[in-house]
């Protein structure tokens, strides 16, 4: 093994275990250094390692795509990282690519048990609670854009531009100016003078929480790949969905929006009416406002006949409900409803089911068959019907806390 080849284990070690181990000798940076030059690798990443250890910054790398890999277990540590190797190389054959997701896959999508969803939605509440941090005791409707001006150029510097459908945003880390770019695709905007459409608004938001959120910042200054964001509450992976809770949070906080939100049980038109209040997308403004309320009621939206997300509120979690898999609705209301929405016909108002139709109860079979109300709300902009979920308090009475 060449010295080069050594001095690169090391760092991936470390890398591995979260940087927790002694930073490699200067000799170790410079040899990795001119192995790099030498050998031509366009591998930002190795070279922002690379620059880091010199410079004598400390390595802060996120450990969490590597644990992952390990918790999955599809795959040895040694194949870890040799893929880790060639992916950042970005030269992995389609198997190899295939063995990666999957494991990422396991590892990330796996919410079999109650604690697995808590865990998933610890990290989407801390990354709501970061940026509402961020926006403490601004007034609606907060600015996104404002804050990224607020960062100043030196560390961030900020574009919108039509991007047709190319992506909604993107955040990029120079290494040589040492700041980060971030894009946003102004498509949404059209005849939208002076202010951002709700949909650019949430781009922002997002991109804000890839630059904000210090694993995001990690991996991007650690020289990982940039990626291409889309849309709201669309991608099931965990770090988009932090970066959609972030933008959620910032645009919506929960300071400004839980007192509006428990003036009454919730409501499409109470939602519509928060969403001009935050301008903010129907579908934000819908999940955001379950999360708040203080009455028992979940959103779903169902995108091409598939339940796509679900959000509950605190007292139905308290009670033993939790978000269902993705699939096709069980209700034959809601079906009836998803299905006039794909043909562009018009939707009903409401429809009525059972909770079994909608939730998960895991050990609580006594939940299964409480009264649900149905209200749509179809948003064909972005091609979802949403279905705001309420159940009558008094079906609830007698089985909180049993
Ligand atoms: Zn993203």
């Known amino acids: ?46 070279l922002g390692i690379a620059d880091a250890v010199v410079s ?12 992952l890999w390990f918790e999955a277990d599809a795959t040895s540590m040694n194949d870890c990282e040799q893929l880790v190797l060639n992916r ?15 494991a990422e896959k396991k590892a990330l999508g796996k919410t079999r048990t109650k604690l697995d969803w808590l865990a998933r939605q610890t990290r989407l509440d801390r990354a709501c609670q970061a940026a509402e941090e961020i926006v403490m005791g601004q007034v609606a409707p907060i600015d996104p854009l404002a804050v990224a001006v607020s960062e100043g150029r030196n560390l961030l510097r900020i574009q919108g531009e039509d991007f047709g459908d190319a992506f909604d945003g993107q955040l990029k880390y120079h290494h040589s100016h040492q700041c980060f770019l971030m894009l946003y695709n102004t498509k949404y905007d059209g005849s939208v003078q002076d202010s951002h459409h709700p949909r650019t608004r949430f781009s922002i938001g997002h991109e804000l929480g890839h630059y904000f959120l210090d694993k995001h910042r990690a991996f991007l200054m650690g020289g990982g790949e940039p990626h291409q964001s889309r849309s709201e509450f669309k991608n099931d992976d965990i770090v988009e969905q932090e970066a959609d809770a972030f933008a959620a949070g910032l645009l919506m906080p929960s300071e400004l929006a839980r007192p509006l ?43 091409q006949g598939l339940v796509c997300w679900c959000f509950c509120s605190k007292p139905l979690i308290d009670t033993g409900f939790y978000p269902p898999e993705k699939r096709a609705p069980k209700s034959n209301s809601a079906l009836a409803a998803s299905s006039a929405f794909d043909a562009g016909d018009g939707v009903a108002e409401s429809g009525s089911s059972y909770t079994k139709h909608w939730f998960r109860t895991y050990d609580r079979n006594d939940l299964e068959n409480l009264h649900v ?16 979920l309420t159940i009558p308090e008094d079906e609830l009475d007698f089985k909180v806390g049993e």
């Open 261 to 303: 939100v428990n003036e009454d049980n919730l409501s499409i038109p109470l939602i519509q009416e928060l969403a001009s209040v935050f301008n903010l997308s129907l579908v934000s403004t819908s999940l955001k406002a379950v999360q708040l309320s203080d009455f028992p009621c979940a959103v779903v939206g169902i995108r």
């Open 88 to 102: 950042n190389k970005g030269d992995l054959d389609s198997e190899s690519k295939k063995t990666i997701r999957n």
């Open 56 to 67: 004598g910054k400390p390595l802060d790398c996120p450990k969490e795509p590597f644990d």
């Open 1 to 46: 093994m060449s010295n080069k080849d050594s001095s690169l284990k090391r760092i991936l070690g470390q890398l591995q275990k979260g940087a927790g181990l002694a930073p490699p000798t200067l000799d170790e940076a410079e040899a990795l250094m001119a192995g790099a030059e030498e050998t031509a690798i366009e591998d930002s990443r190795l």
């Open 373 to 388: 109300d149905e209200h749509y709300l179809p948003v064909r902009s972005m091609g979802i019907l949403i279905v705001l």
